[in-house]
């Protein structure tokens, strides 16, 4: 047995674990912070295995947590700008997003989608030493740094770019950290690189936010005393993603 496939059962074992507790937790809605994880978990289980594509159960696995992340994005939005709202004192647009969270939380626990990832993710560990046993797992190592080295290509082109696209740089910027996480052994990345993907992302993640709250504001009246402030904090955003990317640029160009 490869220590590469150890460690991608070890990985997929660990993330069915925190997914069920996920679950617990949202179905006895015991903090705010529990469809989050789910999500930051499920977003390490498909970086885990994007470069295991044609392994059995793969594909299964990444299609049914593709499903699961169509339910919860437009739900945790809500979460975040209810949040934000509430801790900007506009409290009663703020409980008007947030209300049925109980019944939110639980709706998800319960999901045919939630269901069926931790059902497949329950056989996957088998699925892949089955694989393994016949053979097509061979030089994993080699095909897993391949896949992370074409993203790290694809991002730098990206960046690159005079005209790039802040909302695809957000999604490879994730793809390429959380592919690095899954396989730190690979050290594509070291720790100052990490942290400057980190903060890429949540400087792009706030410009994002800002974007589709003032979308939100056209049809919505009760935003209409934020906009002002979402336009001038995008604003400022769209000046501090462009600075942490030219520093990105920089140090990935160095790794």
Same mark, same amino acid.
């Given at each position: 047995?490869?220590?590469?496939?150890?460690?991608?059962?070890?990985?997929?074992?660990?993330?069915?674990?925190?997914?069920?507790?996920?679950? %617990?937790?949202?179905?006895?809605?015991?903090?705010?912070?529990?469809?989050?994880?789910?999500?930051?978990?499920?977003?390490?289980?498909?970086?885990?295995?994007?470069?295991?594509?044609?392994?059995?159960?793969?594909?299964?696995? %990444?299609?049914?947590?593709?499903?699961?992340?169509?339910?919860?994005?437009?739900?945790?939005?809500?979460?975040?700008?209810?949040?934000?709202?509430?801790?900007?004192?506009?409290?009663?647009?703020?409980?008007?997003? =947030?209300?049925?969270?109980?019944?939110?939380?639980?709706?998800?626990? =319960?999901?045919?989608?939630?269901?069926?990832? /931790?059902?497949?993710?329950?056989?996957?560990? /088998?699925?892949?030493?089955?694989?393994?046993?016949?053979?097509?797992?061979?030089?994993?190592?080699?095909?897993?740094? $391949?896949?992370? &080295? $074409?993203?790290?290509?694809?991002?730098?082109?990206?960046?690159?770019?005079?005209?790039?696209?802040?909302?695809?740089?957000?999604?490879?910027?994730?793809? &390429?950290?959380?592919?690095?996480?899954?396989?730190?052994?690979?050290?594509?990345?070291? $720790?100052?690189?990490?942290?400057?993907?980190?903060?890429?992302?949540?400087?792009?993640?706030?410009?994002?936010?800002?974007?589709?709250?003032?979308?939100?504001?056209?049809?919505?009246?009760?935003? =209409?005393?934020? &906009? =002002?402030?979402?336009?001038?904090?995008?604003?400022?955003?769209?000046?501090?993603?462009?600075?942490?990317? $030219?520093?990105?640029?920089?140090?990935?160009?160095?790794?």
């Amino acid at each position: 047995m490869s220590a590469m496939m150890n460690h991608v059962v070890a990985q997929v074992m660990a993330l069915h674990v925190r997914l069920l507790a996920c679950r %617990e937790r949202l179905a006895a809605d015991t903090d705010s912070e529990a469809l989050h994880d789910l999500r930051t978990s499920l977003r390490r289980l498909r970086s885990l295995l994007r470069p295991l594509r044609g392994l059995p159960g793969v594909e299964q696995m %990444e299609d049914a947590a593709r499903s699961l992340g169509t339910l919860t994005t437009p739900l945790r939005d809500r979460e975040v700008l209810a949040l934000h709202l509430i801790a900007q004192g506009h409290d009663a647009a703020g409980q008007r997003r =947030a209300q049925g969270r109980v019944t939110t939380f639980a709706g998800v626990a =319960a999901s045919a989608q939630l269901t069926r990832v /931790l059902g497949i993710l329950d056989s996957l560990p /088998l699925f892949l030493r089955a694989a393994e046993r016949e053979g097509m797992a061979n030089d994993l190592r080699k095909r897993v740094d $391949k896949r992370l &080295v $074409k993203q790290w290509h694809r991002l730098q082109a990206a960046i690159d770019d005079p005209d790039h696209d802040r909302h695809r740089l957000r999604l490879l910027i994730k793809r &390429v950290r959380y592919g690095d996480e899954a396989y730190p052994q690979l050290r594509h990345a070291k $720790k100052p690189l990490q942290r400057l993907l980190k903060q890429a992302q949540a400087d792009l993640g706030d410009w994002h936010d800002r974007l589709q709250w003032l979308v939100q504001a056209r049809e919505h009246a009760d935003l =209409a005393p934020c &906009v =002002a402030q979402w336009q001038a904090q995008l604003q400022r955003a769209e000046r501090t993603c462009d600075d942490t990317l $030219k520093t990105l640029r920089r140090a990935a160009s160095r790794r």
